[in-house]
C-alpha cells in the first residue's frame, strides 16, 4: 500500500509540475525588463541623435547612411554596454540585414502593436517594442510620391531592395528587439 501511495504521490507531483527541477522563472525578472529597455533606449536616442545631427548637417539624404553605416555600429555598442544582444527590424525592411531574430518573426508577421516580454526556454528574455513612425522619419519612409528625389535617389543606390516607405505619421514602422540572458 505505501509504495503504491509513494508511486501515485510522485506521479501527482510530476504530472502537476510540483517536481520541477528548471529553475527557470515563469515571468521575466524587473532586472532584465529593466536591462531591455535601457538598451532599447540608449539604442534610439542614439541613432535620432545622430540622424538629426547629419539632417542638419548635410540634409536628410546624408541622414540615410547613418541609418546603413551608423545603425549597426550603435547597436554592436549598446549592445556590449548592456550585455544583450539587440537590433532593429520591420515588416517593411529596408536594410536586408536587419531580418529579425526566429523568435521575433511571427510576432513581426502579425503587426504586434505592443510590447512583448516572453522568456525562452534557456531563461532568456525575449522583448520586443514596436517603434512608431515621428515626423522626421517621414523624410525617408512617408510617401515615395512626396519624398525629395534626392533622397530617393540614395535610397534606391543603397537599398535596391528598399520596402520601407509609404508610411505616415504614428504609423507602426517596426521593432526594437532585444535578448537579455540568464533572469
Same mark, same amino acid.
Given at each position: 500500500?505505501?509504495?503504491?501511495?509513494?508511486?501515485?504521490?510522485?506521479?501527482?507531483?510530476?504530472?502537476?509540475?510540483?517536481?520541477?527541477?528548471?529553475?527557470?522563472? =515563469?515571468?521575466?525578472?524587473?532586472?532584465?525588463?529593466?536591462?531591455?529597455?535601457?538598451?532599447?533606449?540608449?539604442?534610439?536616442?542614439?541613432?535620432?541623435?545622430?540622424?538629426?545631427? =547629419?539632417?542638419?548637417?548635410?540634409?536628410?539624404?546624408?541622414?540615410?547612411?547613418? *541609418?546603413?553605416? @551608423?545603425?549597426? =555600429?550603435?547597436?554592436?555598442?549598446?549592445?556590449?554596454?548592456?550585455?544583450? @544582444?539587440?537590433?532593429?527590424?520591420?515588416?517593411?525592411? @529596408?536594410?536586408?540585414?536587419?531580418?529579425?531574430?526566429?523568435?521575433?518573426?511571427?510576432?513581426?508577421?502579425?503587426?504586434?502593436?505592443?510590447?512583448?516580454?516572453?522568456?525562452?526556454?534557456?531563461?532568456?528574455?525575449?522583448?520586443?517594442?514596436?517603434?512608431?513612425?515621428?515626423?522626421? *522619419?517621414?523624410? *525617408?519612409?512617408?510617401?515615395?510620391?512626396?519624398?525629395?528625389? =534626392?533622397?530617393?535617389?540614395?535610397?534606391?543606390?543603397?537599398?535596391?531592395?528598399?520596402?520601407?516607405?509609404?508610411?505616415?505619421?504614428?504609423?507602426?514602422?517596426?521593432?526594437?528587439?532585444?535578448?537579455?540572458?540568464?533572469?
Amino acid at each position: 500500500m505505501y509504495k503504491t501511495t509513494l508511486a501515485a504521490a510522485v506521479l501527482l507531483l510530476t504530472l502537476t509540475g510540483c517536481n520541477k527541477t528548471d529553475k527557470t522563472p =515563469a515571468v521575466p525578472s524587473p532586472e532584465a525588463i529593466a536591462k531591455a529597455e535601457a538598451a532599447r533606449d540608449e539604442l534610439m536616442k542614439t541613432l535620432k541623435g545622430e540622424l538629426i545631427a =547629419a539632417i542638419g548637417e548635410g540634409g536628410p539624404a546624408s541622414a540615410i547612411t547613418v *541609418c546603413k553605416d @551608423r545603425a549597426p =555600429a550603435i547597436a554592436q555598442e549598446v549592445a556590449a554596454n548592456h550585455n544583450v @544582444r539587440i537590433g532593429r527590424t520591420s515588416f517593411s525592411l @529596408r536594410n536586408q540585414a536587419n531580418t529579425p531574430p526566429a523568435w521575433v518573426a511571427d510576432l513581426i508577421k502579425n503587426r504586434t502593436e505592443s510590447q512583448n516580454l516572453t522568456l525562452a526556454q534557456d531563461g532568456t528574455l525575449h522583448a520586443l517594442y514596436p517603434v512608431r513612425t515621428k515626423p522626421e *522619419c517621414l523624410l *525617408c519612409h512617408g510617401d515615395p510620391d512626396s519624398t525629395a528625389p =534626392a533622397i530617393k535617389e540614395q535610397i534606391t543606390a543603397l537599398y535596391p531592395q528598399d520596402n520601407a516607405m509609404g508610411f505616415a505619421l504614428n504609423d507602426l514602422r517596426g521593432y526594437v528587439w532585444v535578448e537579455v540572458d540568464d533572469q
